[in-house]
């Protein structure tokens, strides 16, 4: 029955926030174990309110400006998101009613006060007191919010807002892209779709001067693909969303439920299939895809620290500061789930961390592709994995002696202090692959997708380069940590040396010349 096991208040509670979607034609069926957002009932969800509402004093600290620099701001950063974490998971447990893929927001609150004398006793409160306790509450949820994540506003009037649309969405791709990734996105896009994803796709891009409009006609020309302007979603006063930096924002604003996040030049095999179309996540709501181990660059920051607030919640059971840094090549996030982990990547994005060398530690550690799991962390939330496939170097392998492997790091040497943490020892291995293909593998170590473009340098301007020649891959070793086995050189080109060379096969090859024929297709190369 509808609204079965509330009490008469909280049925006339829920049936006036019915009322407000009636025009959806939906008859919400109740469990009473699972009343709101967080399966409790209203009174229990009010008590909890009133147990975490700070004083006074921590309030004005909370909502007041975010001092320091570098790591310092990061772990202020990191304690207020996850304060922000359990108030708004309480304030969402009193206004959210999900069901099935639709939720609804209730917007009576004041009223169900006022006509519930049953509440106040229950809590020990006169109706006045009730009211202004809620209200302080409220105050105090938006101005953390606004001091946390301003840039949404007023795109959405609030994060309540944001959230509930991610309850009526489904699955699918996103990507951002500029008019210098348009023609990698033409060809990736259109390489799925050969492949027979069809789930719909949403290309996210910042302004007419991004990506003009031709390419954007061309991209929707596209079955199942939208072009969507996130310059006019986002609120960036006093400081400029660009680049990299857009891709979080185009995951948490995209209006996919669950939004599987691609690089503009990736380019992907059937296999992924397994991956991509129609698959669910039944453990973990977010799933990163490393790139490789080069450095530890954020263990520092947060190994020294925890974040953790006991009169809100405990700090993760487990975590990930004993692994290298994540660089991504592929996010898959729940919105509906973890949208405050994703608005803690956005706002590690959003603003410049300056001192303590903290921009020139961004740059170096290609702080893009890093920062999804950090979000993660900061709000303490542990649902999310690493992808357990290995990563690889593609292209024609050559023979090297261990002299020479020396001989080129002490050419590289600056390139070296930046990855010492890998390039300790010299390696023993023979075969070396130079390209800036990233392979990644499945678990079984064949290909799932690369990343990296087709030719031998993505950012050269000669219109009659041609594509590398892909026969070979190497697979990083697992302990690469010791062999020193990578090199990275000017323009995203990786050197890998290892003892472990895997052909591709005869499929795969007619796979990857099929892509090539598709960036020819689209222009991006010369016709030899």
Not at 204 to 223: F, H, N, P, V
Not at 504 to 521: Q, Y
Request: aromatic share 10%; proline share 5%; with cysteine.
């Amino acid at each position: 029955q509808p609204f079965h096991g509330l009490s008469y208040g909280e049925q006339e509670y829920a049936q006036s926030a019915n009322r407000k979607f009636s025009h959806r034609n939906l008859q919400p069926q109740i469990d009473s174990n699972d009343n709101g957002a967080a399966g409790v009932s209203i009174a229990q969800a009010l008590e909890n309110i009133l147990s975490i509402l700070p004083d006074e004093s921590d309030i004005k600290d909370l909502i007041g400006p975010i001092e320091g620099t570098g790591e310092e701001k990061l772990r202020e950063v990191g304690s207020r998101a996850r304060i922000f974490k359990a108030s708004f998971e309480a304030w969402e447990a009193l206004h959210l009613l999900p069901m099935q893929d639709q939720i609804f927001v209730y917007e009576n609150t004041l009223q169900y006060f006022k006509n519930n004398t049953e509440l106040s006793a229950r809590l020990k409160l006169d109706h006045n007191n009730m009211v202004h306790v809620y209200e302080k509450y409220r105050h105090f949820l938006t101005r953390l919010s606004m001091r946390l994540f301003p840039w949404t506003v007023p795109y959405f009037s609030d994060l309540t807002r944001l959230h509930s649309q991610f309850w009526s969405g489904d699955q699918g791709l996103v990507f951002t892209a500029g008019n210098h990734q348009a023609l990698y996105l033409l060809t990736s896009i259109q390489s799925l779709r050969k492949m027979g994803c069809e789930l719909p796709i949403e290309v996210m891009y910042l302004g007419d001067s991004d990506l003009g409009e031709e390419y954007r006609r061309k991209l929707e020309a596209i079955s199942g693909v939208i072009t969507r302007d996130l310059s006019s979603m986002i609120n960036d006063e006093g400081w400029k969303l660009a680049g990299w930096a857009a891709k979080p924002f185009a995951i948490l604003l995209s209006s996919f439920r669950e939004a599987i996040f691609i690089d503009a030049d990736s380019l992907f095999s059937p296999r992924s299939s397994g991956i991509v179309p129609g698959s669910r996540l039944p453990e973990h709501w977010g799933i990163i895809f490393q790139r490789s181990n080069l450095s530890a660059r954020i263990q520092e920051i947060l190994a020294k620290t925890d974040f953790a607030n006991a009169s809100i919640q405990p700090g993760p059971e487990k975590s990930v500061l004993d692994r290298r840094e994540q660089p991504y090549a592929r996010v898959w996030g729940c919105g509906g789930r973890q949208m405050e982990a994703l608005l803690s990547s956005s706002r590690y994005m959003s603003h410049e961390w300056p001192g303590s060398g903290w921009k020139q530690r961004r740059r170096k550690s290609r702080c893009d592709k890093e920062t999804f799991w950090l979000g993660w962390e900061l709000v303490g939330d542990t649902g999310y994995a690493f992808h357990d496939g290995n990563v690889a170097v593609m292209g024609t392998a050559e023979v090297k002696q261990p002299s020479d492997e020396v001989d080129e790091r002490e050419a590289h040497s600056h390139e070296l202090h930046e990855l010492r943490d890998i390039d300790s020892q010299p390696t023993k291995a023979k075969l070396t692959i130079c390209g800036p293909q990233m392979l990644h593998l499945d678990t079984a170590g064949r290909p799932l997708w690369f990343n990296g473009w087709v030719l031998p340098n993505k950012f050269s301007g000669d219109p009659h380069l041609q594509p590398v020649n892909f026969e070979s891959f190497l697979s990083e070793p697992s302990d690469v940590g010791g062999d020193g086995a990578w090199i990275l050189r000017p323009s995203n080109v990786f050197c890998l040396s290892a003892d472990r060379l895997s052909n591709f096969t005869t499929a795969e090859k007619s796979i990857l010349d099929s892509m090539v024929e598709l960036v020819k297709g689209v222009g991006a190369i010369s016709v030899v």
